[in-house]
């Protein structure tokens, strides 16, 4: 789709208007989540905005217990949508990469336990759109991210411009599951050898690969993004 065709969306629009939208105008639509704050809360936004589509998660056999602890209440919460796990059972031992690449090459890991297994189930089922809950305040390298980002395959991201005090207050209004690695500074939650806390004043996902240099695992920026 091109830019003329996106709604004149302004900062203040609500991310349920955004959604009942992208439900209207791009029916197959799937919404990839690792069940973080803003998937949790775009989760509820969803199904209040009518989404009845699947809810995919990668499993890279590195995951918190927390998050696939996380990943199963929602997926009780809200029988609506259907949760698909990708590479269900991954674990560190299974052969898909070394069981240290995680340290020695991050890079090389993410893109065989994260983004090729993502990667493949997209284009096996060809989605039009994908319903992702990014926000500009999550690190500098979103700090652009708007509602749509037109191509061959439109990516949809209703959150762009809540900051982290609306969405735990969200969080708190709706009384949502969060992660409660989340309340011990893990404000971004990936797999855990690459995963710590976030100190005061860094970027939410400061946490994420620290010392690496690195911020966003492949899927959404670099050669291989969705």
């Known amino acids: 789709m091109s830019a003329a065709a996106v709604p004149a969306f302004t900062p203040e629009t609500d991310p349920l208007d955004v959604i009942r939208w992208a439900v209207a105008e791009f029916p197959g639509l799937r919404m990839p989540s690792a069940f973080n704050l803003n998937g949790v809360i775009l989760l509820d936004l969803a199904v209040r905005a009518g989404y009845r589509g699947e809810v995919v998660f990668v499993d890279t056999g590195f995951h918190f217990p927390e998050t696939l602890a996380t990943r199963d209440r929602l997926a009780a919460r809200y029988p609506e949508l259907s949760f698909v796990t990708v590479n269900a059972g991954a674990h560190p031992d299974d052969g898909l990469t070394a069981p240290d690449l995680y340290a020695a090459d991050p890079d090389a890991c993410c893109a065989a336990r994260k983004v090729q297994p993502l990667q493949a189930y997209l284009k096996a089922h060809n989605p039009?759109?994908?319903?992702?809950?990014?926000?500009?305040?999550?690190?500098?390298?979103?700090?652009?991210?708007?509602?749509?980002?037109?191509?061959?395959?439109?990516?949809?991201?209703?959150?762009?411009?809540?900051?982290?005090?609306?969405?735990e207050a969200y969080a708190r209004e709706h009384d949502l599951p969060v992660s409660p690695l989340y309340f011990s500074g893990f404000l971004s939650v990936g797999c855990w050898p690459c995963t710590r806390a976030v100190r005061p004043g860094e970027d939410a996902r400061a946490g994420r690969w620290a010392g690496r240099g690195k911020t966003e695992c492949g899927l959404w920026a670099g050669e291989a993004r969705l």
Do not use: M, Y
């Open 128 to 167: 039009p759109a994908l319903l992702n809950a990014r926000s500009r305040d999550q690190a500098s390298t979103r700090a652009d991210i708007p509602f749509v980002e037109p191509g061959a395959r439109v990516k949809v991201n209703p959150l762009a411009h809540w900051t982290r005090e609306r969405l």
